[in-house]
């Protein structure tokens, strides 16, 4: 199995428990302030327009900035958004558009860096384990998926929607080390003594 895999493995399955996380905590926190059933059904349409329209922008972004750059951009741009969430909650009280706002763009960042891992997968797994490595993957994905949303129903319950901001921050700033890492060693791939480079393929 190529050595990138097991770091692109470690991010991917935390980027999944990151996701679960942060939209069941954002859910809950909209519901905490405006204690309405509708703006917290408008939160969360806006989150999934956000997520959809991330999909679109993704294309024209990744051909007009580089990948290993944007691989560490955003990623770290996600991390530092729920850092600051957190800080923010543990003083004040977020306004209900500045709450919108923070959910709108922690969705793009949680889509691109989603559609990122996918981009650099190929870059990362060796055809005659092409099979076993997609397997395992979706498995982990499933499985710490569920696992999440018991996660972030525990944490929430008894530590409270400030505490699971701080745990999913943490949650993503190792996923973000874990993904530098990747970036590394694919940039090590990618050396002229390297003759196993292939180009990412973009999903369309």
Not at 15 to 22: A, F, G, K, R
């Amino acid at each position: 199995m190529n050595i990138a895999f097991y770091p692109f493995w470690g991010a991917k399955t935390l980027h999944s428990l990151v996701q679960v996380i942060s939209v069941t905590t954002m859910t809950c926190l909209a519901y905490k302030q405006t204690e309405m059933i509708r703006y917290t059904l408008l939160f969360l349409c806006v989150y999934v327009m956000a997520y959809l329209a991330a999909s679109v922008m993704f294309q024209p972004l990744i051909k007009r900035c580089a990948l290993s750059r944007l691989m560490i951009t955003v990623p770290m741009n996600g991390t530092l958004l729920l850092i600051g969430m957190a800080f923010i909650l543990h003083h004040l009280v977020l306004p209900t558009i500045l709450l919108f706002t923070t959910g709108l763009i922690l969705s793009v960042m949680i889509r691109w860096e989603s559609l990122l891992l996918e981009a650099i997968q190929p870059l990362v797994l060796e055809g005659e384990d092409l099979f076993k490595a997609n397997k395992l993957l979706s498995f982990s994905t499933y499985t710490i998926t569920g696992a999440g949303l018991a996660m972030a129903a525990i944490i929430l319950v008894y530590l409270g929607i400030t505490q699971a901001l701080w745990a999913v921050s943490c949650l993503s700033f190792v996923a973000l080390v874990l993904i530098m890492n990747v970036n590394h060693l694919i940039n090590s791939f990618q050396s002229p003594s390297n003759k196993r480079y292939v180009r990412p393929r973009v999903h369309k």
